[in-house]
């Protein structure tokens, strides 16, 4: 008996002694990073990256595992916008491992630095680009390039189940779902699959436990009434420009009545012309305009319109946005776009359509660094005979806005028990914070935490919030652009670890 006894005690620790090696090594070894071109240091924590397949969709992600506590820490998501733009975006530009610099010479590759705000400081942290079709993420069926709000969910829903497969480790681990701009509609659809998925028992069980939206488009008509609002409180507008468009459009511009149509057009045209030469993503940052560029602001090829053309064609159901200058086109669906269900147009595609394509913001870092073959080799990318070139935003996809207002989304998630923070920076003037404050209010929750300042590390008033109900909090970051962490890093990742901690910001 004593033999036995031993014998099963020895059993059950070499059962757990395989156990925990499982554990430990469970995250696929191929998919290692173990250099980065243009970085000549040990990385902090361990990377990995590579494909997972969804239905003949190739879907790419980048997974940064934690530098401080990998078991506990939380699991995030991160999606970039457009629809059509690579989460490579706040990889490079944002909150991720490494600051990129330029390299010394033209052509040179950029020299990476350690992120001393990386979001990887307090998590582990997932950039996926999607749908099929954007950055790396690619499939041989150029018919799976035809999608929508719903299927990009669904799609993104389906990775996660298997990408824990491949991670089981972090199965345990709370999972967030975050990301900026158009992707105001991509978190919450895809937090509500993953709801779903938990309350019919789908396996692997995701720890979800809430999200993060940035500047995120959400609901056509707060989206567009936000403008106005915004340049008068900003002062881009004067107090006759603003009282006059008040008074002729009325404050709902989805609902201008037939008879003030054209006065309403006309009383837009001194507001445009106040708007038209401002960084539309940041409205203290210059306008950046490529090597060659016209940069005579008079000159055709320099002129778009913040007027939103629907302004200009009030009363017809079929309407074509106008677009803006931005780095590539733009990360994300601005101001401007009338934003229903029916199809999307990219920024790539909208610029066929205008008189000029002058990017605000320079993306030339990381479009050579990306498109760099011992980059692609490095982090397992496939080469671009299969991929095509990586671009910020594409024009390759076909892109349907068929999940509605994103307000029902929100609802439901809150009332389940999903944490929420919905964050703003006060300066971009394409998803403007007045139309998230204005949204978050309109849910009616009882206000929990008055509106106030917040603080950031270095004991600065960072921005301002408001606490409600259902652990729902609107959140500004003062000085703030369009990507937040781009502009305020420290900020960034003071409101971000706290609100992952489940503390008072």
Sequence with gaps: MAAMAKFSVLSLFCMLFVSLVVIIEAAPQSSLVTHLPGFNANFPSKHYSGYISIDGKNLFYYFV????????DPVVLWLNGGPGCSSFDGFVYEHGPFNFAEGKSKGALPVLHLNPYSWSKVSNIIYLDSPAGVGFSYSQNQTKYITGDIQTALDAYAFLLQWFQQFPEFQPNP???????????????????????????????LNLKGYLVGNGVTDRRFDRNALVPFAHGMALISDKIFQEVVATCGTDLLNVPPSNRSLCHEKFQPLDRALDELNVYDILEPCYHGPGADNNKNSKENKTSSLPLSFQQ?????EKPLGVRKRMFGRAWPFRANIEDGIVPSW??????????????????????????????????????????????????????????????????????????????????????TGSEAWTASLGYKIV?????????????????????????????????????????????????????????
């Design 65 to 72: 595992v934690s530098e401080r506590n990998p078991a506990s």
């Design 175 to 205: 999972l967030y779902i975050s990301g900026e701009s158009y992707a105001g509609v991509y978190v919450p659809t895809l937090a509500s699959q993953i709801a779903k998925g938990i309350n019919k028992g789908t396996k692997p069980t």
């Design 314 to 318: 009030l009363g017809k159901t079929t």
């Design 348 to 433: 790539p595609q909208l610029a066929k359509t205008l008189d000029s394509s002058v990017p605000c913001i320079n993306d030339e870092v990381a479009t050579l660094w990306l498109n760099t073959p011992e980059v692609r080799e490095a982090i397992h990318a496939q080469p671009e005979s299969v991929t095509g070139p990586w671009e910020l935003c594409t024009d390759r996809i076909r892109y349907s806005h068929d999940a509605g207002s994103m307000i029902p989304y929100h609802q439901n998630l809150t009332t389940q028990g999903y944490r929420a923070l919905i964050y703003s920076g006060d300066h971009d003037m394409c998803v403007p914070y």
């Design 449 to 505: 935490d008055e509106w106030r300042p917040w603080f950031s590390s270095d004991n600065q008033v960072a921005g301002y919030l408001q606490g409600y109900a259902n652990s729902l909090t609107f959140l500004t970051i003062k000085g703030a652009g369009h990507t937040v962490a781009e502009y305020k890093p420290r900020e960034a990742l003071d409101f971000f670890q706290r609100f992952l901690g489940g503390k008072r910001i």
